[in-house]
């Protein structure tokens, strides 16, 4: 599988437009970029996931370079709820898969 | 539709005893997957079940199992508990698996052993 990379944490303030970087220069032709999040004491969430379209939904909105090598997540208006940890993972569609987190970033919204 | 959910939600156990956790999937979901989720470790695949089978397995000793009933709900037993077991525990559910679609986590069960 594809190794993502990003950053150890960051802060946004409220109100504004959170951007979540991912590294992922090595994925494959048939790998999706997925992201979750996990607020404290709580289980893993979906938020998007995408193949090489941008992708919007009603939590974010996911834009993929064109050489699939990197991708941003946008929260487009952050609200202290969305403090979490946010995770992104490349991943087959193969029947094999085992879904697994990295350190992820750790996002922090501030009032 | 009721959330996946997971009970206990906290367990305290010693070394040595044996544990056993559950988990009810979102209604109509036939896959259910268990993994082990520690701050060194981050998150590993347990095993995943599907119509009472399991279909994946992750690389965890044998001392750590699961089962599958016919109404979808599912049970990870763990015995002679280490310390190093010692966890979030959590449950996700899909509909047909853990490939091809987005997966539903439960809250998680808290395991420490002491």
């Known amino acids: 599988d594809a190794k993502t990379t990003q950053p150890t944490s960051m802060d946004c303030a409220e109100g504004r437009a959170a951007n979540l970087p991912c590294n992922h220069s090595t994925i494959s032709g048939n790998e999706y970029v997925y992201w979750y999040r996990q607020i404290h004491s709580q289980g893993p969430q979906y938020i998007i996931h995408?193949?090489?379209n941008n992708e919007t939904n009603e939590m974010a909105s996911l834009i993929i370079t064109e050489d699939r090598k990197s991708s941003t997540l946008i929260l487009p208006h952050a609200t202290l709820r969305d403090t979490a940890v946010y995770y992104c993972i490349v991943r087959p569609t193969s029947n094999d898969y085992k879904l697994s987190f990295g350190a992820g970033t750790t996002v922090t919204v501030r009032a | 539709k009721a959330g996946v959910t997971q009970t206990p939600r906290y367990l305290i156990k010693t070394r040595g005893q044996q544990v056993t956790l559950s988990c009810s999937p979102i209604s109509g979901h036939r896959s259910v997957s268990w993994y082990q989720q520690t701050p060194g470790q981050g998150l590993q695949f347990l095993f995943e079940y599907f119509s009472e089978t399991q279909r994946n397995k992750g690389n965890f000793p044998g001392r750590f199992s699961g089962r599958q009933f016919s109404n979808s709900r599912s049970e990870m037993n763990v015995s002679t508990l280490e310390l190093g077991d010692s966890a979030l525990y959590l449950c996700?559910?899909?509909?047909?698996?853990?490939?091809?679609?987005?997966?539903?986590f439960g809250p998680g069960t808290r395991l420490t052993v002491l």
């Open positions: 996700a559910s899909s509909l047909f698996g853990s490939s091809n679609n987005e997966q539903f």
């Open positions: 995408g193949l090489k």
